[in-house]
């Protein structure tokens, strides 16, 4: 598979596969996911969705298939591959002494970026970080609140590229249904997201593509819209989980 479109897509695999251990974990995987969209990827404990997001990240080495981020090979140049991602895992990590504005300076001075105040407020804005949260340590932050705090950093290095791991995972309705939106903002700005969830009805709200992953594979792609039926859907992805 290469047409040309598919190529240009910010986040795209192609017939990758990867073993840990000794055991194939990812059979032939392909995905793409062009600036605008995001992709959800679903699927039971250990069918292979954190470690889809690894080797994106260059962590793992493939043993077959194609893997490009904003056409950068991770396998090839991780670090460069990197610097084009925003990654959010399940538990973003902070500075717990420091507050946001600290946090965030700290960590783009690593890549060699000083924002001002001003455009740090910006960020924090459209991430959606009350205004009164962002001096207090983020000791004392809830998940949701560290999320807003990377989505600020990864919208402050205009990333074009989005990996979330399990991001709603333990979010109370309110916050989930703000995660949501936030996904959803961050498309229009044409950012790709592919993010892994076991939260199918989240993944209808705000991602555009769904895939089923099983042993290493999607064995089930479908795109929203108005007339998904997320039942019909919640049944087959029973079934893909188990498979
Ligand atoms: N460090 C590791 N070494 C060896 N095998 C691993 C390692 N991490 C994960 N695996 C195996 O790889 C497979 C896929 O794991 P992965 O974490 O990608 O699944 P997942 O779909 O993210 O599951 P979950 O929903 O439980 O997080 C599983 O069989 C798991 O046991």
């Known amino acids: ?40 990827l679903l699927g039971g404990n250990g069918a292979g969705k954190s470690t889809t ?27 460069a591959a990197r610097r084009v991602i925003g990654y959010l895992p399940e538990n973003v990590a902070l500075y717990e002494q420091l507050d946001a504005y600290e946090n965030i300076a700290y960590f783009l001075a ?14 924090l804005d459209a991430a959606g970080l009350e205004a009164d949260a962002r001096r207090l340590r983020t000791a004392d932050y809830s998940k949701g609140m560290r999320q807003k705090v990377a989505i600020a950093m990864a919208l402050l290095r205009d990333v074009p590229v989005l990996l979330l791991d399990e991001p709603t995972s333990g979010l109370d309705p309110r916050a989930t249904a703000d995660f949501n939106a936030l996904v959803r903002q961050l498309k229009a700005r044409g950012t790709a997201i592919l993010m892994v969830t076991h ?21 089930e792609e479908v795109a929203t819209g108005p007339n998904l039926d997320v039942m019909a859907l ?10």
């Open 110 to 123: 690593l890549g060699g970026a000083r924002p001002s105040r001003a455009a740090i407020d910006e960020a």
């Open 1 to 40: 598979m290469s047409d040309s479109s598919a190529s240009q897509a910010p986040i795209r695999i192609d017939g990758l596969s990867l073993s840990r251990s000794g055991r194939t974990v990812l059979s032939n995987l392909s995905l793409s996911v062009e600036a605008g969209q995001a992709y959800a």
């Open 234 to 243: 919640h049944h087959r992805y029973g079934e893909a989980a188990a498979a």
């Open 53 to 79: 997001i690894a080797a994106l990240l260059g962590l793992l080495p493939a043993e077959g298939g194609v893997m490009e981020v904003a056409g950068i090979d991770p396998v090839e140049a991780p670090e």
């Open 199 to 219: 939260d199918l009805l989240g993944a209808a709200d705000c991602a555009d593509l769904i895939g089923f992953l099983a042993k290493g594979r999607i064995v």
